[in-house]
T-cell receptor, first 109, second 115 residues
Framework: LAKTTQPISMDSYEGQEVNITCSHNNIATNDYITWYQQFPSQGPRFIIQGYKTKVTNEVASLFIPADRKSSTLSLPRVSLSDTAVYYC??????????FGAGTTVTVRA | NAGVTQTPKFQVLKTGQSMTLQCAQD?????MYWYRQDPGMGLRLIYY???????DKGEVPNGYNVSRLNKREFSLRLESAAPSQTSVYFC??????????????FGSGTRLTVV
């Protein structure tokens, strides 16, 4: 299973763009990169998934370089409600995906 | 709304008591999972069920048992609760097929305290 490394915490202010980089040096050919968001007292919520290049949806963008050894989740113009823990997962057809400690993003007014 | 439903939402047990956490999903997913989350830590996999009729151990299975009752339901049982099992428990489901991968859908969690 590909191991991921991401920052423990990040601080930002409302209206700024937040970029969280996840390292996954031993990503396998079939692995996808998936990001989840977790608010206090809730289960994680799927945000975005990608395999290569760039993926964008209404919530975030995911940038994946050609070597796929890292990925960056970009949250545009964050608000206080974006304060949460963000998890980066890498995997494919396996059932033992590991959620590390994630990145705690704190957005301040 | 479609999703994963967990019951109960809160529970307090005395050491040595037993209980079953219930989980049901209505998305026709093949795979279901039980995770626990302790303060300041990520989610750790307890057990999973790749498909109806199969279950396998995850990272921290000791002290737990599971039953995949049917495609919709996956229960987690604590036979003799211990204070170390105080945690928030999350159930999740996903669709995993050869050559494709889809994300997990999580329930809202069960907050369990063992005294």
């Amino acid at each position: 299973l590909a191991k991921t490394t991401q920052p423990i915490s990040m601080d930002s202010y409302e209206g700024q763009e937040v970029n969280i980089t996840c390292s996954h040096n031993n990503i396998a050919t079939n692995d996808y990169i998936t990001w989840y968001q977790q608010f206090p007292s809730q289960g994680p919520r799927f945000i975005i998934q990608g395999y290569k290049t760039k993926v964008t949806n209404e919530v975030a963008s995911l940038f994946i370089p050609a070597d796929r050894k890292s990925s960056t989740l970009s949250l545009p113009r964050v608000s206080l409600s974006d304060t949460a823990v963000y998890y980066c997962l890498v995997g494919s057809n396996d059932y033992k995906l590991s959620f590390g400690a994630g990145t705690t993003v704190t957005v301040r007014a | 709304n479609a999703g994963v439903t967990q019951t109960p939402k809160f529970q307090v047990l005395k050491t040595g008591q037993s209980m079953t956490l219930q989980c049901a999903q209505d998305m026709n997913h093949n795979s279901m999972y039980w995770y626990r989350q302790d303060p300041g830590m990520g989610l750790r996999l307890i057990y999973y069920s790749a498909s109806e009729g199969t279950t396998d151990k995850g990272e921290v299975p000791n002290g737990y048992n599971v039953s995949r009752l049917n495609k919709r339901e996956f229960s987690l049982r604590l036979e003799s609760a211990a204070p170390s099992q105080t945690s928030v428990y999350f159930c999740a489901s996903s669709e995993v097929q050869v050559g494709q991968y889809y994300g997990y859908t999580f329930g809202s969690g069960t907050r369990l305290t063992v005294v």
